[in-house]
């Protein structure tokens, strides 16, 4: 047992170094209208980090094209074909969202005026990259104890400390650092359940995941509608606007009872996306209940249960004010991505969290879903 759980522990830590060594290949061209000389200069090559984001790279790429830029203040925002990119989603994310089939390099647009504000939100840079990441970590610490206290607690060294290891892309600096806040690892190899976190909202003291406690899994969720009858993705229609994509947080909450079992990445996806996924689980006990669930729950039709063990498991998710109120009725889900990775449906969803997370502490989720499309009424 314990050689086994030494390896465990081994396959965690490549797979964490794996997801911090990540990078997309990328292309950089200079938008047209943001070119002074001839000839044009060339496009800058470079890795974008996974875990890292876009403006970060603002650095170098501005050093490759200056002697071409024009004169004024800089406003600098990226785009792929034709659509501007939310800088404060992770380049990873990015990448497994919007390339169907994976495009090596990964060819970008870079702008350095004409900032689309009407799409984008401001960005000034590296200080609205760190705020964006220090919110999102107070977020997922919300959701994982209770309350964000261990964030915002942080020395201004320690929070410092902390962006400098996610800028670099130092992991053991970061875990240095973020056990001290004592986020995580969920213990994976047990029996499972899921209820909403508004009812552990009220306690003073965060709760450390593990050690029987309940754990609770930020997810952030990306939907992006592809034609139902794909079967090539390198097909798959480009995305036209941000409306076209769904982005869904919704927790998950897992609470360990007796018993030695666990919860798929299907059946997660299964409650997490109710809109998507068959209500029909694999193995339903016949006393088996649905959880209660908050009023802003999403629909949950599935008293799940696991694909290995007919025990018990209840399923039910909070979701935020941005959740997508879509129809299941035509359609179909083709492809599931996390960290670039088209992820096994039957592997353990704890294991997915824990080891694939982003320094956020975020799950980050890709979903392509097939739709059908609309037959013309009365003929037209």
């Known amino acids: 047992m314990a050689a086994q759980r030494d390896d465990e522990a081994g396959w965690s830590s490549e797979a964490a170094r794996r997801v911090w060594g990540g990078a997309v290949p990328l292309q950089v061209h200079l938008h047209d209208a943001d070119v002074t000389t001839l000839p044009p200069p060339p496009p800058f090559l470079t890795l974008g980090p996974r875990i890292g984001y876009l ?30 990119l939310k800088w404060y989603i992770p380049i990873g994310v990015l990448y497994d969202l919007l390339c169907a089939d994976p495009e090596r390099p990964w060819n970008l647009t870079v702008h350095f005026r004409g900032y689309p504000s009407e799409i984008l939100t401001p960005c000034d840079g590296e200080d609205s990259v760190k705020w964006s990441y220090m919110n999102s970590l107070k977020e997922a610490a919300f959701i994982i104890t209770g309350n964000s206290k261990n964030v915002m607690n942080m020395s201004q060294a320690d929070q410092g400390a902390l962006w400098q290891s996610v800028m670099k892309g130092n992991l053991d600096g970061y875990t240095n650092i973020s056990t001290r806040l004592k986020l995580g690892p969920c213990e994976e190899d047990c029996l499972v359940r899921t209820s909403s976190v508004e009812g552990q909202q009220g306690s003073d003291e965060p709760e450390s995941p593990g050690s029987g406690k309940p754990c609770r899994v930020p997810v952030r969720l990306y ?41 798929t990445l299907e059946h997660a996806l299964k409650t997490l996306l109710p809109e998507f996924f068959s209500s029909k689980a694999s193995c339903i006990p016949d006393d088996s209940e649905p ?15 696991t694909p290995r063990s007919c025990e018990k498991v209840e399923l039910s998710v909070s979701s935020s004010q941005q959740e997508a109120n879509v129809a ?19 592997i353990p969803f704890l294991w997915v969290a824990n080891n694939l997370k982003n320094p956020e502490c975020y799950l980050h989720i890709c979903v392509y879903v097939g739709t059908r499309k609309r037959e013309p009424k009365d003929g037209r």
Do not use: C
């Open 291 to 305: 959880a209660p669930q908050a009023a802003d729950s999403a629909p949950n039709d599935d008293p799940d249960v």
């Open 55 to 84: 403006p970060l790279l603002v650095p170098i790429i501005k050093a490759h094209f200056s002697s071409t830029l024009p004169p004024g203040i800089d406003t600098v925002w990226f785009e792929y074909k034709g659509l501007p």
């Open 223 to 263: 939907v992006r509608s592809v034609q139902e009858d794909l079967y090539d993705l390198e097909d798959a229609i480009p995305v036209g606007d941000w409306e076209s994509i769904s982005y869904i947080n919704r927790p998950l909450e897992v609470r360990r009872e007796e018993g030695r079992s666990y919860i």
């Open 328 to 346: 299941n009725k035509g359609k179909i889900v083709k492809l599931v991505r996390v960290q670039g990775i088209e992820v096994d449906m039957d």
